[in-house]
């Protein structure tokens, strides 16, 4: 069973998912940062591989990638840091919960499509995140490969997303349902309570999935609200930003978890 | 009259498949908070854009407000020169100065159409951003560009251009600050206002429906062309179709309507800045591999990694790390003949037409005409070139030049 399927059969409510980019705010940060989030209560780690041009990204995440890529991280630097962090030496260093890859087709085209679910598959890490790979493609092409190497997929749906195509994506998706708070960018500050009844309206359609809510989700008030109508959800920009002038990535995310989930 | 129905499994030269294809490139790579729009544009653009009502506005528009049909040319001393027989399309008689227009006032009047309150656009040079601004000036609906903040430094007079027109520009200051990034932060924008906004798009660039939308506005300068000629030479069909190629806008236009006439040879020219191996390039076909760059795939300036880089010409229309699907699919059939230009050859081409014929080109059409160094051209040969746009713009770039030819001599 996926890591993922099998923490949502343990934990149905308030599921913490929270973004990091590989390679930031060093290099060699990347376990490290892993680690802070796993020990500080994070459910799943969704990890962002940079990206030159993140377009459904915000300024903050955007900022991070290019660190991230100034520093020199790429995809074949990022496999190398996670080999073996499942099972390391140390065994409290050890990667336990459900990590997701999140990026943009470009790259892992390059990279080589099958090879990258091939060796994302091998670490192993649970699932892929690619918000340009629409389903269109997924369908003809990219979604066999993903299945091929037991890759959880997880598809977007906004407020703008017809009921019957929630149902498809629901369909299409395994592990969870990202449910995009608004029709926005990440980072954005939009009034939280308008997003109360699309929620609403995803909890009635009883679908298959869970559902994390993302984007906009940036203290412990936009956190419970989520977690109102949906089984947890998914920080990305808030967590960045502490990061950002961060001495300590531990302390830093120690404090940022903490004034989250306590 | 174009078939507004039929799409073609694998797509054709001129018309993507049911999906955005051509061939191997296109596609809709975007995100699903873009997905509504893309997907009422898709399903309503051929529909309107031939609509008898449209058309009558976008008509009476390009005739009385651009001021088409914008005439062919005979370049006699040119021809003379290369000893043939050059037609220039001068498309650097429309208004606003550049093929740019086309594309805006139709997607403007299409967006009414769609109920949009708000017009966004990117720009490189600031040519498309003017036009897009002067259209929604001459409708009275609110505009916003997107510009690199490094563009709006080197294109002052765009800018103020822009602003007068009541635009307001907005600088892109992630990455490397210049169209691509512009592109991004219209992108963004948009997701970020998905109901109440258009998004015109300056190229045929680009998810699906946008470099077919684009490129059908766009395809007057060619249906043009084959009558003009038709009248001037008892031929439609030239023997050579000449353009330069950023995104590929004004090629998509000039190609169009011979791209099922074999016997027309399609020659687009790419920038290759400082040279093709110098690293200072903007020619894709060249540089380029397969990849996904602002929501379709084709080919894509891109590192080994992936990441996409900056690439460099003294233009900025041909600034660009990407090139329309279409064109992607012309260059992989060999349809399309791809050459390139660097800086310099298109500043002395530049130089040649305004004193052999009393234009001043665009830099980015000057590209255009240094094709005819490398063709092997023969007197029976009949060439059309896309003057995509005048040089005003880039006066500064070519006082420059002259004072580096003065300093040396």
Redesign the interface.
């Known amino acids: 069973m996926s890591l993922i399927k099998n923490l949502f059969q343990h934990k149905q409510h308030n599921i913490l998912n929270v973004y990091c980019t590989a390679g930031y705010p060093h290099l060699n940060s990347t376990l490290e940062v892993m680690r802070a989030l796993q020990n500080n209560g994070a459910d799943i780690i969704e990890l962002g591989m940079p990206y030159s041009d993140p377009l459904a990204d915000g300024p903050t995440i955007q900022a991070s990638n290019s660190v991230a890529l100034h520093n020199g991280m790429t995809i074949e630097k990022m496999f190398e840091q996670l080999q073996d962090f499942r099972n390391t030496p140390a065994e409290q260093d050890a990667i336990r919960i459900p990590v997701l890859l999140m990026g943009y087709m470009n790259p892992i085209l390059q990279y080589g499509f099958e090879k990258f679910c091939r060796q994302a598959a091998e670490l192993p890490v649970d699932g892929l995140i690619l918000p340009d790979l629409p389903e269109y493609e997924f369908e003809t092409i990219y979604g066999d490969i993903i299945k091929r190497y037991g890759l959880d997929f997880v598809f977007l749906v906004t407020p703008e997303t017809s009921e019957e195509r929630v149902r498809k994506l629901d369909a299409l998706s395994t592990g969870f349902l990202y449910a995009v708070s608004s029709s926005s960018i990440t980072g954005s500050d939009k009034d939280f309570s308008a997003v109360e009844s699309y929620l609403q309206r995803l909890q009635n359609m009883q679908l298959t999935n869970p559902i994390l809510v993302g984007f906009g989700i940036k203290d412990k008030q936009t956190f419970q609200s989520a977690c109102k109508y949906a089984n947890g959800a998914i920080i990305g920009t808030a967590y960045i930003k502490a990061l950002e002038d961060a001495e300590d990535v531990n302390i830093a995310t120690k404090k940022f978890l903490g004034s989250i989930l306590q | 009259m174009i078939n507004i129905t039929s799409f073609n499994q694998k797509g054709t030269y001129k018309q993507p498949n049911i999906?955005g294809y051509y061939g191997d490139f296109g596609?809709?790579?975007?995100?699903?908070?873009l997905?509504?729009n893309v997907e009422e544009l898709k399903s309503r653009y051929l529909e309107i854009m031939y609509e008898p009502g449209f058309q009558q506005e976008f008509q009476a528009l390009l005739k009385d407000y651009v001021g088409r049909p914008t005439p062919l040319f005979l370049a006699e001393r040119l021809s003379k020169k290369y000893n043939t027989t050059i037609y220039l399309k001068r498309e650097d008689l429309n208004h606003t100065g550049a093929h740019k227009i086309n594309n805006a006032i139709g997607q403007v009047l299409l967006a009414q159409r769609l109920g949009k309150k708000r017009i966004i656009a990117e720009t490189g040079a600031g040519q498309h951003g003017v036009a897009t601004a002067t259209v929604c000036a001459l409708k009275g609906i609110e505009c916003v560009v997107y510009m690199g903040e490094v563009d709006i430094e080197r294109q002052a007079p765009n800018v103020a251009r822009m602003k007068m027109l009541g635009a307001k520009v907005v600088p892109a200051t992630?990455?490397s600050k210049t169209l691509?990034?512009a592109t991004?932060e219209a992108?963004?924008a948009w997701?970020?206002d998905?109901?109440e906004t258009h998004y015109v798009i300056g190229s045929v660039v680009g998810p699906h429906p946008y470099p077919d939308m684009v490129a059908r506005f766009q395809s007057v300068i060619s249906e043009e062309v084959r009558w003009q000629l038709k009248e001037k030479t008892g031929s439609e069909l030239p023997t050579h179709v000449i353009a330069c190629v950023g995104g590929g806008s004004n090629a998509a236009g000039a190609f169009y309507h011979f791209l099922d006439d074999d016997n027309v040879q399609i020659i687009a020219v790419e920038a290759a800045g400082h040279g093709i191996n110098s690293g200072m390039s903007a020619a894709t076909t060249q540089l380029g591999?397969?990849?996904?760059?602002?929501?379709s795939k084709s080919l894509?300036m891109?590192t080994?990694?992936?990441?996409?880089v900056e690439p460099h010409s003294i233009s900025a229309g041909l600034d660009y790390p990407g090139i329309g699907p279409m064109h992607a699919h012309l260059y992989a059939t060999g349809r399309g003949k791809f050459l390139s230009a660097t800086d310099n050859e298109s500043l002395a081409a530049a130089f040649q037409l305004t004193r052999l014929e009393g234009i001043i080109p665009a830099l980015e059409s000057a590209h255009a005409l240094c094709a005819l160094d490398q063709l092997k051209l023969s007197p029976r040969d009949v060439i059309v070139v896309c003057l995509s746009g005048r040089g005003d713009k880039d006066l500064s770039t070519y006082m420059k030049a002259m004072e580096n030819v003065a300093s040396q001599s």
């Open positions: 999906f596609g809709a790579y975007i995100p699903e908070m997905h509504r992630s990455g691509k990034d991004n992108i963004r997701i970020n998905p109901l591999k397969p990849g996904v760059l602002h929501g894509v891109q080994a990694d992936g990441q996409v």
